[in-house]
């Protein structure tokens, strides 16, 4: 019941959120959200590497996501390009390396440290832009991504735990099933389906592999943010939210299904959705 409860006060809010605000206020509210997934990301990390400066982490994702955004959505020169991305570069390298170095870490957590940033890094900006990139798009694009995401959820949820037989990756998380992924997979067909017959007045075949792409990518998300949680012995990455855990429980498949779905439309020239 905290389930749908939490569902049905949440989901019209990003909705609106998605549908009312501009641009970069949009932005900064995803910011806000995956920033504090990021939070209790460090959380669970933390004890790998106690005494390296981890919480840095939550200064440079919304920084780097802000560099990342401007650089895919605005009028960029060459030069500038450049730039962005030999900082980008050099974000997780020689910026790592010399704050775990003046930081004092320990020797003994450094790689740790190092892992935990470096992988953290990518793992929530390339999110952040993508939803930027997507709702500047076209909003109708985040909400696609929004109906493979969850319905593709909820569907593996309610069919994996009614008829689901064979383990998807019983080390990692004993609850999901094969059949409850190929239920996820089904409906995000199907999500697209709809949703391409309603925005474009047809059923297009790139839509839909898009939304294979994304429903795939969606539920290896969901699956990493589990295997990141069973490694350091954690049930739920925080308690925000009644009946689903904390933020990065609820956003582990959209961490991963957003950079893919832009990436997908872009590679199959379909960004250009008719509004």
């Known amino acids: 019941m905290q389930r749908l409860l939490t569902a049905a006060v949440a989901t019209p809010l990003a909705l609106a959120a998605l549908f009312l605000l501009p641009g970069w206020w949009w932005f900064a509210v995803v910011a806000l959200f995956v920033d ?7 959380r669970i990390v933390r004890p790998q590497a106690p005494r390296a400066p981890l ?15 401007y650089a895919l959505t605005e009028e960029v020169a060459a030069h500038e390009m450049r730039l962005l991305l030999l900082a980008g570069g050099g974000l997780l390298s020689v910026l790592l390396g010399t704050l775990l170095l003046f930081g004092r870490t320990p020797l003994e957590e450094t790689l740790p440290a190092l892992g935990a940033l470096a992988f953290g890094i990518p793992y929530f900006v390339l999110p952040i832009a993508s939803l930027h990139c997507l709702k500047l798009l076209d909003p109708w694009l985040v909400f696609l991504l929004m109906l493979i995401v969850w319905l593709g959820d909820t569907a593996a949820y309610y069919v994996g735990s009614r008829v689901g037989r064979h383990k998807l990756a019983p080390l990692i998380s004993p609850k999901k099933s094969w059949e409850g992924a ?14 391409s017959v309603w925005r474009l007045g047809r059923l297009d075949p790139g839509i839909l592999a898009v939304a294979a792409f994304t429903s795939v990518a969606a539920q290896v998300g969901d ?20 009946g689903h855990g904390g933020l990065l429980d ?19 020239g379909l960004e250009a959705i008719p509004k």
Request: charged share 10%; no cysteine.
């Open 223 to 242: 699956l990493v943010e589990s295997m990141i949680k069973r490694s350091a012995g954690v049930k739920d990455s925080g308690s925000v939210l009644p």
């Open 182 to 195: 190929a239920a996820s997979f089904a409906i995000a067909l199907v999500a697209a389906a709809a949703w």
């Open 250 to 268: 609820r956003l582990d498949a959209m961490l991963f299904g957003a950079p893919v779905l832009l990436f997908a439309l872009w590679a199959l």
């Open 36 to 42: 504090w997934a990021a939070f209790e990301y460090v």
């Open 55 to 69: 919480t840095v982490l939550l200064v440079v994702v919304p920084a780097a996501a802000a560099a990342l955004s």
